[in-house]
């Protein structure tokens, strides 16, 4: 089972920008499914964008749609999400997971087996 790691949170105003990292190791990276989830305070889980194993299609929340980016690098074994004009609504602890799968993917929780602690965002004004 691969094991996964974030990295790249931090504080920012709004309209700033992060990327975050998830930086994977153990199996094979690429038949794997990567998600990247977030939750605030208070809050349910929320699936805000995956990168698909065969062909690397992507889906996004309405809510990060346009503002956000997920790309793969399957020889750096990572998957990054670049994050533009953040909100205040964007603030939370974002996770990426890992699903073995060679189909399309899906931005739904509990279809992920393998799950990083997670990574602060915090964007203040």
């Known amino acids: 089972q691969v094991q996964v790691v974030e990295s790249g949170g931090g504080l920012v105003r709004p309209g700033g920008s992060l990327r975050l990292s998830c930086a994977a190791s153990?199996?094979?990276?690429?038949?794997?499914?990567i998600g990247w989830f977030r939750q605030a305070p208070g809050k349910e889980r929320e699936g805000i964008s995956c990168?698909?194993?065969?062909?690397?299609?992507?889906i996004y929340a309405d809510s990060v749609k346009g503002r956000f980016t997920i790309s793969r690098d399957n020889v750096e074994e990572t998957v990054y999400l670049q994050m533009n004009n953040l909100k205040p609504e964007d603030t939370g602890v974002y996770y990426c997971?890992?699903?073995?799968?060679?189909?399309?993917?899906?931005?739904?929780?509990?279809?992920?087996?393998?799950w990083g602690r997670g990574t602060q965002v915090t964007v203040f004004s």
């Open positions: 153990g199996e094979t990276f690429d038949h794997y499914a």
């Open positions: 990168i698909s194993a065969n062909d690397g299609s992507t």
């Open positions: 997971a890992a699903e073995w799968a060679l189909g399309a993917c899906v931005i739904v929780p509990n279809t992920y087996d393998s």
